[in-house]
């Protein structure tokens, strides 16, 4: 089952911050968020774990509800760079370590 | 440390032809995976590798998909009779082994088919 990530787009200003959410209709084992610019292959962000531990930069920061099956990520004072499409990967443990994507949410950062 | 590569990254074939892509990964990871993305879509998870057993494969597309990855290093997708709908980004991953670790992706092999 694909997450569900809101909104679908959202324009920023420079400077401006924004929150991306990602839900899931199973209970996760990780969220992994990545960055897609156009043409280009997504860029390894976030990633979160059951159980609190996460791994990502320094810039970005996210959270992670176990019980709501939902991970939210917050992008603060926006730069121009920021821009492109985010995307959640999900996994639902067991072992599979494979990912589940949602469609994505796209970002435009304008001055 | 190079990242992942992926050759080639554009491929225009006729409808019918079989297709092979290949994908480096990171040379310490040992897990490799593959997924497929098409416009507007997040990637689709297809298959992946620990070492060089295929250890999930009941996701790949139809029997006209198949990959090896017969050393543990390198692996190939291979697409049998393509069809116009497997026009999409194929695009490979890998990481380490040991849980659920960050995957880092290649630039993609870009298909058309014709």
């Known amino acids: 089952q694909q997450p569900v990530q809101s909104p679908q787009a959202v324009i920023l200003r420079e400077g401006e911050d924004a929150v991306i959410n990602c839900s899931s209709s199973?209970?996760?084992?990780?969220v992994h968020w990545y960055r897609q610019k156009h043409g280009e292959a997504p860029v390894f962000l976030m990633i979160?774990?059951?159980?609190?531990e996460q791994k990502g930069h320094d810039k970005i920061s996210a959270s992670f509800n176990e019980k709501k099956q939902q991970s939210s990520l917050y992008l603060t004072a926006s730069q121009l760079s920021y821009s492109g499409t985010y995307f959640c990967g999900t996994d639902s443990g067991a072992g599979s370590y494979q990912l589940t994507f949602g469609k994505g949410t796209k970002l435009s950062v304008i001055p | 440390d190079t990242g992942v590569s992926q050759d080639p990254r554009h491929k225009i074939t006729k409808r019918g032809q079989n297709v092979t892509f290949r994908c480096d990964p990171i040379?310490?990871?040992?897990?490799l995976y593959w997924y497929r993305q098409t416009l507007g879509q997040g990637p689709e998870f297809l298959t992946y590798f620990q070492n060089e057993a295929q250890l999930e494969k009941s996701r790949l597309l139809s029997d006209r998909f198949s990959a090896e990855r017969p050393k543990g290093s390198f692996s190939t997708l291979e697409i049998q009779r393509t069809e116009q709908g497997d026009s999409a980004m194929y695009l490979c991953?890998?990481?380490?082994?040991?849980?659920?670790?960050?995957?880092?992706f290649g630039p993609g092999t870009r298909l058309t088919v014709t």
């Open positions: 979160l774990l059951k159980g609190g």
């Open positions: 991953a890998s990481s380490l082994a040991g849980g659920a670790l960050e995957q880092y």
């Open positions: 040379s310490e990871h040992n897990r």
């Open positions: 199973k209970a996760l084992y990780s």
